[in-house]
């Protein structure tokens, strides 16, 4: 198990490395429905786009893509070097990114396609179950560092707080959306991906992980039943107390309207100057049947309506 390095959205020395392109139009076949080729996933997300591909290539069978899932930062890595056109990422090109495409003549198009969150779990056997976003930072910037500091009538256990990967969207999300920016605290860990953080909370009652959500919200897939099986999903209230009325987990609604506090964007970035298999891709993502693969999956997309039911318990 590997400490975190927090030079990870240090993106900036990547463009040192980068001293040309490799461009080679003359070698690309793609059509918008036909071709292969590769593409960057932030690993958080491989779920829902490994869904998409298959769907796609059941459509359009002379069509390959390879999704290659990794933490954000070796995706945008992937596309500065030119290994790949396209990327699902949590975020947009920062300047220096977008200078750099601008020296080599390449404009990168930057689509959001939907709303997808972070995601904290604990051992089955923790009863807490309810935080509030100050009690979350703290825990992560190491003010925190005890259940029984949580709630009193918890075990006096130390919190181990586990992230998917340190170079992932999630350890930068924490960093900047719920610490401000603050430094974490360096007793923190991660493992190498969602799946094992998952496995390793089902097996460590102190444990806290932090993953995406894309990984537990699709109800239909029973891969995300089993791992709902092993944990439990926090919820989390923005108010200084955590009550059941102000608490919420990230349910596909409460992504809709707000009320679920970690929520960020997932957009398709293309550095592809030309129209191939990556735009074709890109629009299936945007029309109706890519976006419907997203609404089943649990998380929001950015086309297709919600429908939010309010259920009285008191009936």
């Known amino acids: 198990m590997k400490r975190i390095v927090f030079s990870f959205f240090i993106v900036t020395g990547v463009l040192l490395l980068i001293s040309c392109r490799q461009k080679n139009p003359d070698k690309l076949t793609d059509t918008p429905t036909s071709?292969?080729?590769?593409?960057?996933?932030?690993?958080?997300?491989?779920?829902?786009?490994?869904?998409?591909?298959?769907v796609f290539e059941s459509i359009y069978y002379t069509s390959k893509i390879e999704d290659i899932p990794c933490p954000e930062v070796e995706a945008f890595n992937l596309l500065l070097k030119d290994s790949v056109r396209m990327i699902i990422a949590t975020r947009t090109l920062n300047d220096?990114?977008?200078?750099?495409?601008?020296?080599?003549?390449?404009?990168?198009?930057?689509?959001?396609?939907?709303?997808?969150?972070?995601?904290?779990?604990?051992?089955?056997?923790?009863?807490?179950?309810?935080?509030?976003?100050?009690?979350?930072?703290?825990?992560?910037?190491?003010?925190?560092?005890?259940?029984?500091?949580?709630?009193?009538?918890?075990?006096?256990?130390?919190?181990?707080?586990?992230?998917?990967?340190?170079?992932?969207?999630?350890?930068?999300?924490?960093?900047?959306?719920?610490?401000?920016?603050?430094?974490?605290?360096?007793?923190?860990?991660?493992?190498?991906?969602?799946?094992?953080?998952?496995?390793?909370?089902?097996?460590?009652?102190?444990?806290?992980?932090?993953?995406?959500?894309?990984?537990?919200?699709?109800?239909?897939?029973?891969?995300?039943?089993?791992?709902?099986?092993?944990?439990?999903?926090?919820?989390?209230?923005?108010?200084?107390i955590a009550t059941e009325a102000n608490s919420f987990q990230p349910y596909q609604a409460y992504l809709a309207n707000g009320q679920y506090a970690f929520t960020r964007n997932v957009y398709v970035i293309l550095a592809d100057p030309r129209i191939g298999l990556t735009s074709g891709f890109t629009s299936f993502l945007t029309n109706d049947r890519g976006q419907r693969i997203i609404?089943?999956?649990?998380?929001?997309?950015?086309?297709?309506?919600?429908?939010?039911?309010?259920?009285?318990d008191k009936l």
Not at 36 to 53: H, N, Q, W, Y
Request: charged share 25%.
């Open 96 to 240: 220096k990114e977008t200078e750099y495409f601008k020296s080599v003549k390449i404009y990168p198009k930057e689509v959001k396609i939907a709303v997808d969150g972070i995601a904290l779990i604990v051992h089955k056997e923790n009863r807490d179950t309810m935080l509030t976003t100050g009690v979350i930072k703290d825990i992560l910037t190491g003010k925190i560092k005890t259940w029984n500091q949580v709630n009193p009538e918890s075990k006096p256990d130390s919190i181990k707080v586990i992230f998917d990967n340190p170079k992932s969207s999630t350890a930068e999300f924490a960093v900047k959306s719920i610490c401000n920016n603050q430094p974490l605290f360096s007793g923190l860990s991660a493992l190498n991906n969602n799946r094992d953080v998952i496995d390793f909370v089902a097996k460590t009652p102190n444990a806290l992980g932090i993953i995406g959500v894309n990984w537990i919200s699709n109800k239909r897939d029973t891969t995300c039943m089993g791992f709902l099986d092993k944990i439990k999903v926090i919820a989390i209230s923005k108010e200084d």
């Open 35 to 54: 071709g292969s080729i590769k593409i960057g996933v932030d690993e958080t997300l491989a779920p829902i786009i490994r869904s998409e591909i298959e």
């Open 295 to 312: 609404l089943k999956s649990g998380i929001l997309p950015v086309t297709q309506p919600v429908r939010i039911i309010q259920v009285n």
